[in-house]
């Protein structure tokens, strides 16, 4: 049997590049200060770095497939840049206002559930970051540990966070209480 790992899930715009509305143009990814550093520093701790994103300005029409996967390379190539490869992306095109519910936009944890079935991941041993309450919510459906930076549009959501989620300035930050928590701990 293979030995489940843990994870840090990831939100993409405002956790890991700065929030630009609706981001289309791969000349305009640019990483959150010290994204890179957090993210070695969280894969030298022995986690692996998934990151789930809602990408609904497809199902609005405000940018096309093709154009998330343009930005998607972008991001890639920056992070490979830099020696941070990521574990996997899962992303949700999705929006309710335009089809019906699903099962893998934000708040719901289908794009989780489908990571650790991909990648073996232990999910109440994992954590869930990002910069609205959307991002978090999953690590307390799913038993994990959940942390909101103020970057992006965290500071209009810290109000709002679920109880037990600890809120912090930005990334580097989130990486330092995951790295000094230890295993098991909440």
């Not at 990002?130 to 038993?143: A, H, I, N, T, Y």
């Amino acid at each position: 049997m293979t030995r489940l790992r843990p994870a840090v899930f990831l939100d993409r715009d405002g956790t890991l590049i700065t929030e630009q509305h609706y981001l289309s143009d791969p000349d305009r990814v640019e990483l959150v200060e010290g994204a890179a550093e957090a993210l070695a520093a969280l894969r030298e701790a022995g986690h692996l770095l998934v990151v789930v994103t809602n990408q609904s300005g497809i199902a609005k029409g405000l940018y096309s497939l093709e154009d998330y996967h343009r930005v998607a390379a972008e991001f890639d190539r920056q992070l490979a840049a830099v020696g941070v490869p990521l574990d996997a992306t899962y992303f949700c095109p999705h929006h309710p206002d335009v089809q019906a519910p699903c099962a893998c936009r934000k708040p719901s944890t289908g794009m989780h559930l489908q990571a650790a079935a991909d990648l073996g991941i232990d999910l109440p041993a994992s954590w869930y970051v990002g910069d609205k309450v959307s991002d978090v919510r999953p690590g307390v459906d799913l038993g994990g540990r959940s942390i909101l930076v103020r970057t992006g549009h965290g500071r209009d959501h810290e109000a709002d966070a679920p109880p037990g989620t600890r809120v912090v300035d930005a990334l580097p930050d989130a990486a330092r209480l995951i790295r000094s928590v230890a295993p098991g701990e909440r």
